[in-house]
């Protein structure tokens, strides 16, 4: 970006990125109203699977999936960088380790929180029913 700005100024990246943010927010768009139209179990590729063909649904989800295996390391590179920027005495690998960790800590943290919410969800309408009998009384 460094170079766009230097040739074209900070006008002309605004309007580079009014440009491309009306673009997904289009997309976006139109990928909300499919999934009110047509609720699906699936990634967004089971649309393309419905209404294009099979063939290119699977291209598609593998693309997608081969897309987020090579930018998650290049993403964590870059966040490494970042913060060597402000301390560069620790190595970059450690802070990658870091954010791996703490990515992994999170999905896990949110498998158990849906585990603990399913399974106390025949609790609560039980307390629930107590309280309001309790406040009829």
Known sequence: MGGALEGGGPGSIVICFIIIGVMI???MQALGELAVMYPI???FYTYIVRFIDPSWGFAVGWEYAIQWLTILPFELTAAGLTIRFWNDTINVG???????SCTGFCVCGSEMLIQLFS???????SSNASVYVGMVK
């Open 94 to 100: 450690v802070w990658i380790t870091i954010f791996v």
């Open 25 to 27: 927010l289009m997309m």
């Open 41 to 43: 179990n699936g990634a």
């Open 119 to 125: 399974s106390s969800s025949s609790f609560y309408p």
